[in-house]
């Protein structure tokens, strides 16, 4: 159900452009490579945002049952880390279907989706723990503080 969502929305956001447009159908891209070469990415869940967001929300349910964080800024920590992750994500998509469609399956999908993407997924599952942390308003205590 994400991983179709998440093919919708960087289907809509990169289209316009792409040379030879993206479009998506249920939890796939369809992205030409060539004028009668059409590739279907297939976005799973271990694709889609839903593996970065999860471990999180965890994280930010402890927040939000925390005494020491008011719950409507944990909240809105959750809500600023869900965007961050879900753009990284999209910028990681997006990305990999125009380095294929740029470069072809053997250089631009095997680097963008190996590395490349790796690389941004690590990058926004580390921004949206900064996010859910720094929006939470989490602060050592003055005790701590105190001790040190």
């Not at 998506?24 to 976005?43: K, Q, R, W």
């Not at 800024?73 to 990681?92: E, F, K, P, T």
Request: overall charge neutral; proline content about 2%; some cysteine.
């Amino acid at each position: 159900m994400a991983s179709a969502w998440e093919a919708q929305l960087v289907s809509w956001w990169l289209n316009p452009l792409l040379k030879e447009g993206v479009v998506s159908s249920g939890d796939y891209c369809l992205v030409s490579i060539a004028p009668d070469n059409l590739v279907a990415f297939h976005i799973t869940a271990e694709c889609s945002a839903v593996v970065l967001v999860a471990p999180l929300l965890v994280v930010g349910a402890f927040f939000v049952l925390s005494q020491r964080i008011r719950w409507v800024r944990a909240l809105a920590g959750i809500v600023s880390m869900l965007v961050v992750i879900v753009v990284a994500n999209q910028l990681r998509l997006g990305l990999i279907a125009w380095a294929t469609q740029m470069w072809g399956m053997s250089h631009g999908y095997e680097i963008t989706h190996r590395l490349v993407g790796s690389l941004i997924g690590i990058v926004g599952f580390i921004a949206g723990l900064v996010t859910l942390i720094l929006a939470s308003g989490l602060r050592r205590s003055k005790e701590d503080e105190g001790n040190e």
